[in-house]
């Protein structure tokens, strides 16, 4: 037996270790982890000015930047997250925000009434005070430090909550062993983001976004939150007509031109706005040349005519973007148009500015938010003339538009242009309706008025090469009869199409007539638009069957 005994001792302590190495292996499975999470890298922070945004329980990629306390955003993430109709004007060092009857401005990097900075600016960056946005914007947010962090609310939907059964800890991920990234106490609330077998994803109020495990929760329910109404949105009225619009433009050259009014309206029934293209844009400063004329708008009013004098870039060679991105000289611009359109005696400005660049779609936009309280105020009507709405020219801000200005003009014309060389309809039907579904989506239907063609092309295919020259109704249909071509109904395009091989030439013809017209006229009454426009007068002539057509929308 003794010579067995230190066998059974070492057989006894083998057991012993496997037990304890098992057991320790056990706890170290199933023990809860003290390791915490790194949280400047949790919320990718780099630096001790940095803020991390949480927004409606989301950690964004977008940062903040702390200083004297406060928390400020760049302005492309004020603009993304709660407020688009701030604008800074980066040659002026301004932050503006433009209400229907005031632009309220802020000095960059000094301070204002609030007795804090509301904007600096660094390296071409604009921070906008999170207590500034605020004055504007109805959401709520709480700053906290260790690390810095902005909590933001702006949605106030239904969202599951729960409290803490007992004190524990937010973990990264779902699991024992994963970092803590907080600790909750007993009592407090967290919004359930997404329940799972043994653990849930919870939000806390001060901005963690982790796991607990469910036998931690208790009182499970569902809150909808109170919305934040601290701001009241003043109204942006506007000078809307209890009738359709019916508008033709003018196209007026010289200030001798003025006299060929009543040649231009003999035989145009139904119309009640006139658009004389007479304020061009002349120099990089905001100035610009006026041929406008008394005696033709009291001529204008005599036959029932509304006059909304056209405002356009393209008459001279002028920079848009250079123009409308000093505050001074929109200002300038704006006192000029106003105060000329009030010497004349003009019911309106209609704003014709083509081609703005993507880089200048801002300050365009923020030039017709400020035009618009002066013609607000002067009881002008302001109109805005749009390219067909495509992704391209989406910088130019339909919904913006059709909050400030009383009119949104579609220009439904030139799918095939002078430079296409393809050809093809100036305005076929699908891409007119197409062009109208699109803008009501972002304007009223009541402020859209859709501008129709008087105008086609003649397409001439010649060597391969294209080229085409835009004529009238009268001048169109004259070449066809004299090319001996026949017309056929194209349903596709919902046009007359005539096609004549002569020589070399291979000419191709999409006809604006009575019929096409209708047509589209027949998409507006659908969709009740407030209005039909028709560039331009003149092109019509010899055929007063149009007015008919255009008379019936306005009249139905």
């Known amino acids: 037996m003794k010579k067995k005994l230190p066998v059974i001792i070492a057989v006894v302590l083998i057991i012993v270790i496997i037990a304890i190495t098992m057991g320790v292996k056990v706890l170290e499975r199933f023990s809860y982890s003290k390791e915490r999470m790194d949280l400047g890298s949790y919320y990718g922070i780099e630096s001790g000015e940095d803020v991390a945004l949480v927004l409606n329980n989301e950690i964004k990629e977008e940062k903040g930047r702390l200083s004297e306390g406060r928390c400020y955003l ?3 993430t004020v603009h993304a997250y709660l407020n688009d109709r701030f604008y800074a004007d980066y040659n002026e060092n301004l932050l503006l ?14 301070a204002g009434e609030e007795g804090y900075v509301p904007a600096f600016m660094d390296n071409g960056v604009m921070y906008v005070a999170l207590d500034y946005v605020k004055k504007y914007t109805n959401f709520s947010f709480e700053l906290f430090q260790d690390p810095n962090r902005a909590v933001l609310t702006t949605s106030w939907g239904e969202h599951q909550a729960a409290d803490i059964k007992k004190d524990t800890a937010v973990r990264y991920q779902g699991g024992v062993k994963s970092d803590i990234l907080t600790d909750v106490k007993a009592g407090d609330k967290v919004v359930i983001l997404e329940e799972m077998e043994n653990w849930s994803k919870v939000a806390t109020s ?25 701001y009241q949105e003043p109204e942006y009225t506007s000078i809307r007509r209890d009738h359709k619009i019916s508008l033709g433009w003018h196209q007026v050259t010289s200030e001798a031109a003025n006299s ?16 004389p293209t007479w304020f061009f844009l002349s120099d990089n400063e905001g100035n610009f040349v ?54 004349l005696g003009v019911d309106g400005i209609n704003v ?20 618009s309280i002066s013609c607000r ?5 302001l109109s805005v ?26 220009m439904g014309y030139d799918e095939h242009y002078g430079g296409s060389q393809e050809p093809g309809s100036v305005a076929s039907i699908g891409f007119v309706e197409e062009g109208i579904s699109t803008m009501v989506q972002s304007v009223p239907a009541e402020k859209v008025i859709n501008a129709v063609p008087f105008y086609t092309r003649i397409w001439e295919t010649k060597g391969g090469q294209v080229q085409s020259q835009a004529v009238g109704i009268s001048a169109v249909q004259k070449f066809v009869s004299d090319k001996g071509a026949e017309t056929i109904w194209d349903e596709e395009a919902c046009q007359n199409y005539a096609e004549v091989q002569d020589g070399d030439s291979f000419y191709q013809v999409w006809m604006e007539d009575a019929q096409s017209l209708e047509v589209k006229i027949n998409i507006m009454k659908n969709y009740n638009l407030g209005g039909v426009a028709a560039w331009k007068l003149g092109y019509e002539k010899g055929h007063p069957e149009v007015w008919d057509v255009l008379t019936s929308f306005v009249n139905g």
């Open 74 to 76: 760049p302005l492309d």
């Open 377 to 381: 105020a002067n009881n002008l009507v």
């Open 206 to 230: 001060d901005g963690f976004l982790g796991y607990v495990e469910n036998k931690r929760l208790e009182n499970l329910r569902s809150e909808t939150l109170i919305p934040v109404t601290d």
């Open 97 to 110: 925000y433009t209400t229907p009857d005031e632009i309220i401005r802020a000095e960059g990097g000094s």
């Open 290 to 343: 006026s041929i406008g004329s008394k005696d033709y708008v009291e001529q204008a009013h005599s036959r029932g005519l509304e006059v909304w004098a056209l405002l356009d870039n393209f008459t001279y060679d002028v920079n848009t973007k250079e123009i409308l991105s000093y505050t001074s000289k929109r200002a300038n611009l704006i006192s000029g148009l106003v105060n000329e359109a009030l010497a």
């Open 352 to 371: 014709d500015l083509e081609q703005v660049s993507t880089e200048a779609g801002e300050d365009y936009v923020e030039f017709l938010r400020e035009l």
């Open 260 to 275: 060929t009014l009543s040649t231009v309206l003999d035989g145009v029934s139904g119309m009640n706005v006139i658009s």
């Open 385 to 410: 003339d749009n390219y067909v709405p495509k992704n391209y020219n989406a910088h130019y801000n339909w919904k913006e538009q059709g909050i400030v200005a009383d009119y949104v003009i579609i």
